[in-house]
Structures are given as C-alpha cells and as structure tokens.
C-alpha cells in the first residue's frame, strides 16, 4: 500500500508560516536541495492543497527555461513535469491540467483508493491547510520534517487542532551545515 508522507519546513516552535504566510525565514541550500532530490526522486506522485499547487504552477514548469537557472530549478522542474499531482481543492472541481487530478469531494474514500494502486510513496509538499485535513482523517503515514533554527512565536501551526495523539517512530535524522535538522519520521498505528 502507498504512504502518504508529508514533507514540510517548520519552524523550532511548529509554525509552517509566519501569521501572513511569511516563508523567507526557512533556509534552502544546495545540500537541502540535493538531499530533497534524492528523496523525491523515488516519489511518483506529488500531493498538493489549491494554494501551494498555484504556486508551484506558477513557477516549475518553466523554471529550467530561465536563462540564470540553477542545477535545482533544471533537475525539479523536470520532476515535477512528470509526477503526478494531486490537488486537494472544493474550489477546483472543473479544472482540466495534464498530469493532474483534482479531488473535491470524500476525502477519505478518494485518498485511501488512491493508496491502494500501484506506484511509490505520495509526497504531500507544504500545503498546512491541505496536510491539516489529513491529520484529522488520519491519512498522513509519515512526516518528513525539515526543523528550521529559528522560533518565531506566532503564525500558522503545523500542529493545529489534534484531537487525537499520533504515535511516532523516528526512521532518520540528518543534520544540514545551515543549521537545519531534517526529521524523517513514520507513524505507527
């Protein structure tokens, strides 16, 4: 069976974002970047909510086209050309995108028949919104954590609302140079 495994930047205290989405706090580096790669190269589906898929639209598809781009625009532009996304949206029922698929309605009917098919692990990037959801319906497999040295004190919790606990087995840790610290957990039913 596909895992659900959601992939995010936190801050030390648990904020995905400051109170007005502010991300320029979270350090990406090449070594980020390239530990990223390897990890999502073995994904053939990538899970998104409606924002975070807009502005993803907004930016890979051409970004290897950019005449300054980088080794990490070219190699995940070509990514994300080819994996499958998903895209939770109630807003986006009769959008028609190559490669896409929208899902609005039976969240949990949806997700667990597309757990169910062949194919790797389903990379579920940002969207707190969208992972939050989730959560509540115990969907998410794992979390890939990426622990930013900062504690911002307010702004969007990646923990919000659990009613339930959930819990965790660390599978791996890998300290970057930047001072981030990537968390590689699985949950354990």
């Given amino acids: 069976m596909r895992k659900i495994i959601a992939f995010m930047h936190m801050s030390l205290d648990s904020f995905v974002a400051g109170?007005?989405?502010?991300?320029?706090?979270?350090?990406?580096?090449?070594?980020?970047?390239?530990?990223?790669?390897?990890?999502?190269?073995?994904?053939?589906?990538?899970?998104?909510?409606?924002?975070?898929?807009?502005?993803?639209?907004?930016?890979?598809?051409?970004?290897?086209?950019?005449?300054?781009?980088?080794?990490?625009?070219?190699?995940?532009?070509?990514?994300?050309?080819?994996?499958?996304?998903?895209?939770?949206?109630?807003?986006?029922?009769?959008?028609?995108?190559?490669?896409?698929?929208?899902?609005?309605?039976?969240?949990?009917?949806?997700?667990?028949?597309?757990?169910?098919q062949a194919g790797g692990d389903i990379l579920l990037f940002g969207s707190p919104t969208a992972t939050h959801s989730l959560m509540h319906l115990n969907l998410i497999d794992g979390y890939w954590l990426f622990v930013n040295p900062i504690i911002l004190g307010h702004g969007i919790p990646f923990f919000a609302d659990i009613k339930d606990k959930v819990n965790l087995k660390l599978l791996s840790a890998h300290l970057f140079t930047n001072g981030v610290t990537a968390l590689d957990y699985t949950v354990v039913r």
Avoid at 78 to 93: D, E, F, G, R
């Fill in 19 to 116: 109170p007005n989405g502010e991300m320029n706090w979270i350090k990406v580096d090449d070594e980020i970047f390239d530990h990223v790669g390897k990890r999502i190269s073995e994904g053939d589906t990538a899970m998104y909510g409606r924002v975070t898929y807009e502005m993803m639209e907004g930016y890979w598809p051409a970004a290897a086209d950019q005449p300054n781009a980088s080794k990490h625009d070219i190699e995940h532009s070509k990514w994300y050309s080819n994996v499958h996304k998903l895209v939770l949206s109630k807003t986006m029922k009769d959008v028609v995108k190559p490669n896409t698929s929208i899902i609005s309605d039976n969240l949990t009917d949806s997700i667990n028949a597309i757990k169910q």
